[in-house]
């Protein structure tokens, strides 16, 4: 099991990495195009309120995606280095 100070840091490593601005939820037009149906279907008053909620739940969306994903590959070459798995 990975630590979570270890996969906080490898997840930091990614944000600031180039990469981050196009794969991320966040930063692309994903989380724009989100908002805008968000604040048309509660008003921009309520958005106000509620929006750093709403960007919590996208950072821990996004960080569980990382997660999963960073574990995956860990399992996944090591059972290459294994010899199972072959690609």
Known sequence: ???NDV???????WVNSEE???NSALE???Y?????????TVGE???DKISD???DLAYDAEMAGFDNGFRYGIMFMNGILKGGDRV
């Open 32 to 40: 724009e195009r989100n908002k805008k149906r968000v604040k048309r």
């Open 45 to 47: 008053d309520i958005y």
């Open 28 to 30: 692309n037009e994903c």
């Open 7 to 13: 996969l906080q840091t490898v997840f930091e490593l």
């Open 53 to 55: 909620d709403i960007i």
């Open 1 to 3: 099991m990975i630590k």
């Open 20 to 22: 981050y601005k196009e």
